[in-house]
């Protein structure tokens, strides 16, 4: 079997977490947050919470990466620590069940905010969802070396418009952020326990993405350096982006806003 091409470096690495990471994601699941708790301080508390833990286990990851220069994550992980059965099993439940259903949930909202510029019926919306997935896997399929230049342009786009969305809106504000003392009465129905879950299991599909970068080790240039480097570096920039973008919406809008609207960053 020929070795694979070590292309990827410490930009590389960043652009392809950042690039999964961050989606449609931040733009929908605030809204649906928003109706399992009561105040801003929670939100807030809650987004921060699962930065860190997600950041514990991106050093987890990156010790593992470094430690198993191979292509393939966890499946690599698995191959490690259970056997060949155990990895090969875990791989097909990646492909078939795992990983499927956050990507199409995401081509899903992409489609949302294209209806809210378009006038889109549901089929319409499901068709061009599938056209996502489509578009971006003829772009992998191209190449590595395509591939990373394509992750590195439109992370740039996401880091770049996420930051000015945030800043801009922040300096319309001029100042007033009394939506961020507002209170509401929560409108889920799962109990104070339930809800708290309900809210931290949308905050985490936001992260979803974060132990990426494992998965090319066999095609970086110098995984142990990179691989740690770009996971640092990558989930410090997703959570202050993540984090400023929760303060700009509940400071425009505040909670009872969030919870009517259907798309929160318009």
């Excluded at 508390?45 to 430690?67: C, M, N, S």
């Excluded at 549901?122 to 399929?141: D, E, P, R, T």
């Excluded at 905050?203 to 993405?209: A, E, Q, R, T, Y």
């Excluded at 990179?226 to 505040?254: D, E, P, Q």
Aim: net charge positive.
């Amino acid at each position: 079997m020929s070795e694979l091409k070590k292309s990827l470096g410490l930009t590389d690495g960043i652009a392809l977490l950042v690039g999964i990471t961050i989606g449609a994601g931040i733009f929908k699941t605030p809204q649906v947050i928003a109706k399992y708790v009561d105040s801003f301080s929670i939100v807030i508390a809650l987004w921060f919470g699962v930065a860190v833990f997600v950041y514990i286990g991106a050093l987890i990851y990156a010790e593992l990466g470094t430690r198993f220069p191979n292509t393939g994550g966890e499946y690599i992980y698995m191959q490690k620590a259970f056997g060949p059965f155990w990895g090969f099993l875990f791989g097909w439940s990646q492909l078939l069940i795992i990983r499927t259903s956050p990507t199409a949930a995401l081509s899903l909202l992409s489609a949302d905010y294209i209806g809210f510029f378009i006038p889109l019926n549901q089929l319409y919306k499901i068709i061009i969802a599938i056209l996502i997935l489509i578009v971006f896997g003829i772009i992998n399929y191209l190449g590595v070396e395509r591939g990373s230049f394509y992750n590195k342009f439109s992370s740039s786009v996401k880091i770049t418009g996420l930051f000015l969305f945030t800043i801009i809106g922040l300096l319309l504000l001029n100042g007033d952020f009394s939506k961020l003392s507002d209170t509401a009465q929560v409108t889920a129905t799962l109990g104070p326990t339930g809800n708290i879950i309900a809210a931290l299991f949308m905050i985490v599909f936001s992260f979803l993405g974060w132990d990426r970068v494992g998965y090319v080790a066999g095609e970086m240039k110098d995984p142990q350096r990179v691989i740690s480097k770009s996971m640092l570096y990558g989930m410090t920039i997703i959570a202050v982006l993540y984090i400023g973008a929760n303060f700009l919406y509940h400071a425009v809008i505040g909670l009872e806003g969030m919870r009517s609207s259907s798309i929160v960053a318009s």
